[in-house]
């Protein structure tokens, strides 16, 4: 698919949608194959609606898997990249007194995840040196395992995982700002992701990604999958959103890798119509390849009420979203989907609603 048909196929919106990073547009292509999921479900029940459904799903955990360079028995469908994360975690193949290296700006869940299970299991976290963007910029020896996200939710970085893997140690990967906008290196011990996000599908829909050395190696999974299910697949619930899963599998059909500089280019452009408006600053590198572009200078939980108005759907993160936040932001996202001008518009709202 071309990434002018990508665009095209979004449902219609009467709103400038600036929240890609909260949460993308499906298109129509997505949305009727969850509809026609929900009619097979209604006519034939559950359970046969899914066994027609197999050869959609295992496509789509066969493009999740090629997508870090591993393949479609290494998925697992989980309900979000949170899910994934605290399960892959729990199950990781650690002993007491193993040191795991993160980053200040982990994802608040994740973060309380790992400190709860460090407390637990008598880990010890060793935060990764960063610069004062949040990129990590050394890697201690001797560690047991690397945790982070390549792209934060709270600042548009990308992190250097190719240099971080350079140095050794398994990497636990959290992909979910990152997969569908961002090159995606292969190499990591696992990935986790959602599918919600820059990969536009539904709400609801994530999964882990794991190399098959450390499969054989993780705990025994919790009892949610059929018993005869195996490899990856004993981690899904046999209980699930189906509908969510078709949905993100028809996502992944259309995503185009054209995606990748449009949004990089949108990015830098929001970041140098955005600087200085209304007081605000822009706390990314204008050419940062990341379509996340982070505020402050106000308050963007008043201002993000007002711009939602204005009829422009942005986020406030606030400090909770991780330790090295200071003070809420205001995240602006662009997705592919943004015509010209639509931008300059948002500026203009943006200084009428911070005057």
């Not at 959609?56 to 999740?64: K, T």
């Not at 193949?93 to 040191?99: F, H, K, N």
């Not at 201002?303 to 979203?321: K, Q």
Request: overall charge negative; aromatic content about 6%; proline content about 6%.
């Amino acid at each position: 698919m071309s990434l002018e048909e990508w665009v095209k196929d979004r449902i219609p919106t009467s709103v400038v949608h600036l929240d890609i990073a909260g949460s993308g547009r499906v298109s129509r292509a997505v949305l009727d194959a969850e509809v026609a999921y929900l009619h097979r479900e209604a006519s034939l029940g559950a359970y046969v609606a899914q066994e027609r459904a197999e050869a959609v799903l295992d496509a789509g955990r066969e493009a999740l898997g090629a997508s870090v360079g591993l393949s479609g028995a290494d998925v697992c469908f989980l309900d979000g990249a949170g899910t994934a994360f605290a399960t892959l975690l729990s199950a990781w193949p650690l002993p007491r007194g193993a040191r795991i290296g993160t980053v200040p700006s982990e994802y608040g869940a994740n973060a309380r995840v790992l400190e709860r299970l460090s407390a637990e299991r008598g880990w010890r976290c060793v935060v990764l040196p960063v610069d004062d963007l949040g990129r990590i910029v050394d890697v201690p020896a001797g560690l047991d395992l690397v945790t982070f996200p390549q792209v934060a939710s709270q600042r548009g970085v990308v992190q250097p995982v190719a240099d971080v893997s350079a140095a050794g140690a398994p990497i636990l990967l959290d992909v979910a700002q990152s997969l569908g906008q961002s090159p995606v290196p292969p190499g990591c011990a696992a990935y986790v992701g959602t599918s919600r996000k820059w990969l536009c599908g539904p709400r609801g829909v994530g999964f882990g990604v794991v190399d098959p050395v450390v499969q054989a190696a993780l705990a025994e999974p919790p009892t949610l999958a059929a018993v005869s299910e195996t490899g990856m697949r004993r981690w899904e619930a046999a209980e699930a959103h189906m509908a969510g899963r078709v949905g993100l599998a028809a996502a992944l059909e259309q995503w185009t890798p054209e995606l990748l500089p449009r949004i990089a280019q949108l990015a830098e452009q929001a970041r140098t119509v955005l600087a200085g408006v209304g007081g605000w600053t822009v706390r990314e590198p204008r050419g940062e390849p990341s379509g996340i572009t982070t505020l402050s200078g106000g308050d963007p939980f008043a201002t993000r009420a007002g711009l939602l108005e204005d009829g422009f759907v942005t986020s406030a993160i606030p400090v909770t979203r991780s330790n090295d936040l200071e003070v809420p932001v205001l995240r602006v996202s662009t997705g592919a989907w943004l015509e010209d001008g639509q931008l300059d518009a948002f500026a203009c709202a943006l200084a009428a609603r911070t005057k």
